[in-house]
């Protein structure tokens, strides 16, 4: 899927609370949306000021965060790249210069038409000092400034295809925008009287936010000294939410588009367990996104649930690292089984997903080195079949050993004793309490827009190569 992202911002409005720190603090509660830079912007005495640096929130980039204290407005991203390298130059925020001052820009999403877009502005003279496609959004806005920041940010959103969830600052405003199809979430909560944009409401609790709404589709949201403002820029009724959010990237304290995340996932173990039942002694979950569906597995089995796996708290999360080489590394260091848990008895591992098949593998053997009698593999979710071009690393078919198998060939290639998915159906009763629709175009191949020609160039918008 491509890139993976967490925003934040805060317009702090006399709170008593420093944008820097929130923003240090609600980034550090959306570290498991990418591990490979972050970055935070402020706004103090008129200008934009910027940090930035690779590696994790409690890396690295504390370091500067000192020279930020004192400031009333900050927004801030944590990223996972696809587009572009993994280098300091393509970390966000982004601040760019425009008709009314600086911009600085995060985003969470995938823009579609990213190639035809930068072509297009190159022609017109705009250069750009990055490679992702973050910084042709902050292009479009700053080209057509003149016209005002909400007209600006409108006539980008006209042109713009596929996936974004953006927060945006000027000197004296913070701005959070929402693709028109809501296919990235983003939340808005608020703490004596300052106002708090994140990808997931779980930031808000760091900072001790309370959780007013999601951003509409389509909705554009000002935050400034006239207080909260909306604009509905796109009204659409065809939304499409991505369903994956709820499978494995969020946290289970979040809520997403009116859904509890921990208790979708507790359905889909429940789910999973009268369709795919099996005769094992133990149910367990391979920590951390797959123990609620593991506790709704055991509780509707009536088996007893317990932990299979240590998880070092030091790795990031394998799925989001940038290179086949580098996961492969990390499965090994990430998980420790625990012998006595799962010695002499037939263990049955709940999983949320199976995208390459490596960390399964791995997880399978290592249980049956452990002792465990039979591994019984069950994923709360569907196999992953096609690309995602909205905002999750699996660009390609190559890459998704379930476009490429059967679910015998992957039993077998992975080693458990027997394996079985949730179906699509199922998966969609999950969420059937939201007020929105959902994309499930990994699972089921029907993409919300038209993606034939960028599945077709290689299945990614990567601007180098």
């Given at each position: ?19 820097a ?10 570290q498991?949306?990418?591990q490979?830079?972050?970055g ?5 005495k ?33 990223r996972?790249s696809?587009?572009?390298d ?16 600086q911009?600085?820009?995060a ?6 038409n ?11 003279g705009v250069?750009?000092?990055t490679t ?12 057509n400034?003149?016209k ?33 199809k ?6 808005l ?9 994140a ?8 900072i ?17 000294h ?5 604009h ?13 959010e ?14 509890s995340v921990h ?5 889909a ?21 797959s123990?609620?569906?593991?506790m ?23 799925f989001?690292?940038?290179?086949q080489?580098r996961?492969?590394?990390d ?6 089984a625990?012998?006595?848990?799962v010695?002499?008895?037939r263990v ?23 002792g ?18 909205f ?41 059937e ?9 990994c ?23």
């Amino acid at each position: 899927m491509h890139e993976e992202c967490g925003v934040f911002g805060i317009y702090c409005n006399g709170s008593g609370l420093d944008a820097a720190e929130a923003a240090y603090y609600g980034l550090f509660s959306l570290q498991h949306r990418g591990q490979e830079s972050a970055g935070i912007a402020v706004s103090r005495k008129g200008k934009l000021d910027c940090h930035k640096a690779m590696g994790l929130v409690s890396g690295r980039f504390c370091d500067g965060l000192a020279s930020l204290k004192g400031s009333t407005l900050a927004i801030g991203h944590v990223r996972y790249s696809t587009t572009g390298d993994s280098l300091l130059i393509n970390a966000q925020p982004l601040v760019v210069e425009a008709p009314f001052g600086q911009l600085a820009l995060a985003h969470n999403g995938n823009i579609i038409n990213a190639k035809e877009l930068r072509s297009e502005l190159e022609a017109e003279g705009v250069s750009f000092q990055t490679t992702i496609d973050s910084e042709i959004i902050a292009a479009l806005i700053a080209k057509n400034s003149d016209k005002g920041l909400v007209e600006s940010i409108s006539y980008a959103m006209d042109r713009l295809k596929g996936s974004y969830a953006l927060v945006m600052m000027t000197k004296d405003s913070v701005i959070g925008v929402r693709d028109p199809k809501g296919m990235r979430p983003l939340a808005l909560g608020s703490h004596n009287g300052a106002y708090v944009f994140a990808s997931e409401s779980c930031a808000f609790d760091t900072i001790g936010a309370e959780f007013i709404r999601d951003v509409r589709p389509g909705e554009i949201v000002v935050t400034g000294h006239a207080g909260l403002r909306s604009h509905q820029a796109v009204r659409s009724t065809d939304t499409a939410m991505c369903i994956f959010e709820y499978v494995y990237f969020a946290r289970p304290e979040s809520d997403i588009d009116g859904i509890s995340v921990h208790k979708a996932r507790e359905r889909a173990g429940e789910l999973l367990a009268i369709s795919s039942p099996a005769d094992v002694d133990v149910v367990c979950a391979v920590p951390d996104s797959s123990v609620h569906a593991a506790m709704g597995y055991a509780r509707q089995a009536g088996l007893p649930f317990t932990m299979a796996l240590s998880k070092n708290r030091y790795m990031g999360r394998t799925f989001i690292e940038p290179s086949q080489d580098r996961r492969e590394m990390d499965v090994s260091l990430k998980f420790s089984a625990l012998k006595r848990n799962v010695r002499g008895k037939r263990v049955l591992l709940v999983d949320d997903s199976i995208v390459r098949g490596t960390t399964s593998k791995y997880i399978v053997e290592m249980l049956k080195t452990a002792g465990a009698k039979e591994v019984h593999l069950r994923i709360s979710s569907p196999p992953v079949m096609h690309p995602c071009c909205f905002g999750i690393d699996t660009s390609s078919y190559e890459q998704l050993i379930g476009a490429n198998h059967s679910v015998e060939e992957i039993r077998k290639f992975i080693g458990a004793d027997s394996l079985s998915y949730l179906s699509i159906e199922d998966l969609h009763k999950t969420v059937e309490c939201g007020a929105c629709n959902f994309c499930a175009a990994c699972f089921n191949g029907e993409y919300p827009e038209d993606v034939s020609a960028l599945i077709q160039r290689g299945g990614k918008h990567v601007l180098d190569r």
